[in-house]
């Protein structure tokens, strides 16, 4: 059973930035991907970036050249750095985990783990 615990969250102007860091605890199984999702009032939820075990990245074209998914092996903690953020980033953001590779899949990936999310808005 993973847990993850999301921080970080805020309400920034538009072009600033934030950082979210997931903690990650109940964490045995050294192959797991985690990725960012966000649920965006009136819309479906989204993958936004992810990372597996090798280090490979995946992001969605939206947030691409803008956010970073990086992960701390050391202190088991994902982060997501989002700069040049828009109005249209404001949501809840989800990070989440599973045994499965993300990479190529994160808009039709249900991972297995979620954590309870965090807020980010953004003011235009």
């Known amino acids: 059973q993973v847990q993850l615990a999301e921080s970080g969250g805020g309400s920034v102007q538009a072009g600033g930035s934030l950082r979210l860091s997931c903690r990650i605890s109940e964490y045995t199984y050294p192959r797991y991907s985690f990725a960012w999702f966000r649920q965006i009032p009136g819309k479906e939820r989204e993958g936004v970036a992810a990372?597996?075990?090798?280090?490979?990245?995946t992001y969605a074209d939206s947030v691409k050249s803008r956010f970073t998914i990086s992960k701390d092996n050391g202190k088991d903690i994902v982060y997501l750095e989002m700069n040049g953020l828009k109005s249209e980033d404001t949501g809840i953001y989800f990070c989440?985990?599973?045994?499965?590779?993300?990479?190529?899949?994160?808009?039709?990936?249900?991972?297995?783990?979620w954590g309870q999310g965090t807020q980010v808005t953004v003011s235009s």
């Open positions: 989440a985990a599973d045994a499965r590779r993300m990479e190529g899949s994160l808009e039709v990936m249900n991972p297995r783990y």
């Open positions: 990372i597996d075990s090798d280090g490979t990245t």
